[in-house]
């Protein structure tokens, strides 16, 4: 039998990138075959008994496992009922423990844009740029936004930008439903904080999340909804998101329709 080439170095990076590895975790490489042949660490030695200590609330490490999703869930809500600015939510944001993705993500990626703008983009959740910088869309699907709002004259000091999931998934994996509901109380009030007047929502995970509707992003494009903070009426639209339109450049046309659409509502 001929053995097979080993890989080289390129197959081996995509590979790697194929299966969500794409930024190092340490500075140095670790050789894990080595540790099999280290010696033995020595027998653990009993602690002494302590006194009883008094029960405080647990508090998750990287690593951990995240406390149950209900629980979590209404942690989430109570935590950004209180928050009443946005850089109070970012604070509690940044010390909430109740997602298990803040402990694989490098940082926080909470907003960016101008807070007081009359319009509000809500995508789904950071990828691996955004999670190095800890702003939302600054890949290349942030370029296009930039020049998708351009295009009407909008830029990121009259415009604010967010994502329904703050933490970026391991991979660039899609956020399971437990994730999403977790998060969704953040970005509510997110929105109630910003109270924009138009709130466009960018392709189908954040339509679908905030809109309330199970219709796909091709049905859902191009039409106005009803978003209710409990406070007023917001008009929202749903279109593709910029990482889609990379992808398919044949919608940008359709694309291209909506942002007319919004621009109209903006000068009216």
Request: proline share 11%.
């Amino acid at each position: 039998m001929i053995a097979e080439p080993a890989p080289t170095v390129r197959e081996l990076l995509a590979f790697y990138l194929e299966a969500g590895v794409d930024c190092a975790l340490a500075e140095e490489p670790i050789d894990r075959l080595a540790e099999l042949d280290a010696p033995p660490a020595p027998p653990r030695v009993a602690p002494p008994v302590e006194a009883p200590r008094p029960i405080t609330a647990p508090t998750v490490m990287r690593g951990e496992v995240a406390p149950a999703p209900d629980v979590a869930i209404a942690s989430a809500r109570e935590t950004a009922r209180t928050a009443p600015t946005l850089e109070a939510l970012r604070e509690l944001m940044q010390s909430f423990e109740g997602c298990a993705l803040k402990h694989t993500a490098t940082r926080l990626v909470f907003a960016d844009g101008n807070p007081q703008a009359r319009i509000m983009f809500v995508g789904e959740a950071p990828g691996r740029d955004e999670d190095i910088e800890g702003l939302p869309f600054v890949g290349r699907s942030g370029k296009l936004l930039d020049l998708m709002i351009g295009a009407i004259g909008l830029n990121r000091s009259t415009a604010y930008i967010a994502n329904v999931i703050p933490w970026r998934p391991p991979g660039n994996r899609t956020p399971t439903p437990q994730e999403t509901q977790i998060c969704l109380p953040f970005i509510q009030r997110q929105i109630e904080l910003v109270n924009p007047d138009v709130l466009v929502t960018l392709g189908n995970p954040s339509t679908q999340t905030l809109l309330g509707t199970r219709e796909g992003i091709m049905r859902t494009r191009g039409r106005w909804f009803d978003y209710e903070t409990g406070q007023r009426t917001i008009r929202a639209l749903p279109t593709f998101h910029p990482a889609y339109l990379l992808r398919s450049p044949s919608y940008k046309r359709l694309a291209w329709q909506d942002l007319r659409a919004i621009a109209k509502v903006l000068a009216g």
